[in-house]
Every structure is written in C-alpha cells, then in structure tokens.
Nanobody, 121 residues
Framework: QVQLVESGGGLVQAGGSLTLSCAASGRTFSNYRMGWFRQAPGKKREFVAAISRGGVNTYYAGSVKGRSTISRDNAKNTVYLQMNSLKREDTAVYYC??????????????WGQGTQVTVSS
C-alpha cells in the first residue's frame, strides 16, 4: 500500500501558474503509475494527467494539454503537476492517485485527500 499527500494548492489569479506536489510513502514509488485528477463543485471527478513508472510517458486531458506538465522524481517519491495559464474552470480539488498495474486500465487503487485550487478572475 502507498500513502499519498498532496500540497501546493491555493488561490491564484487567472493566467497565473501553480505547481502541485504529491508525496508518496509506503511501497516503492517507482512501481506505480501516477495520475492527477480533479473534481469541481457539482461535477464528477475527471482525469487530468498521468505519468508512467519511469517518467518517460505522459498523458494529458485535452482541457489541460499544452498548459500543464506532469513529472516525477522517483528519488524523492514525489509527483508534480505544473499548471500554467490557469483558467477559472481549472478551479477544483486536485487529487493524485497511484496505479500498481503493469498494464494501463485507467484504474487507480490509491488516492490522496486532495488539495484545493481556486482560480479567480
């Protein structure tokens, strides 16, 4: 099992930038595919970005592609999500998640408690 703790959320003006961090503890971090998700008020949780175990492959939702970068530092057991050109619609609670599967299924077994990102106009 792996424990995940997000940080870095906050209030930012539209057009600004923010970097979220997710620190993992427990099992070997490099054994997990990592993802970022978000949930806005009244909406379902949605996929934001994912990164492979070694950090070579990354995947993005269309809504953030070109504005966000997911990265990981396996030596620090941490995954990051850098977000630029933030929009009001990026306002949400952001969660990181870990997937232990070798093959990608879209499922994640472990979740953090989330960090709030609020974008003001």
């Amino acid at each position: 099992q792996v424990q995940l703790v997000e940080s870095g959320g906050g209030l930012v003006q539209a057009g600004g930038s923010l970097t979220l961090s997710c620190a993992a503890s427990g099992r070997t971090f490099s054994n997990y595919r990592m993802g970022w998700f978000r949930q806005a008020p009244g909406k379902k949780r949605e996929f934001v970005a994912a990164i492979s175990r070694g950090g070579v492959n990354t995947y993005y939702a269309g809504s953030v592609k070109g504005r966000s970068t997911i990265s990981r530092d396996n030596a620090k057991n941490t995954v990051y999500l850098q977000m630029n050109s933030l929009k009001r619609e990026d306002t949400a609670v952001y969660y990181c998640a870990a997937d232990p599967r070798t093959l990608y299924t879209g499922q994640y077994d472990y979740w953090g408690q989330g960090t709030q990102v609020t974008v003001s106009s």
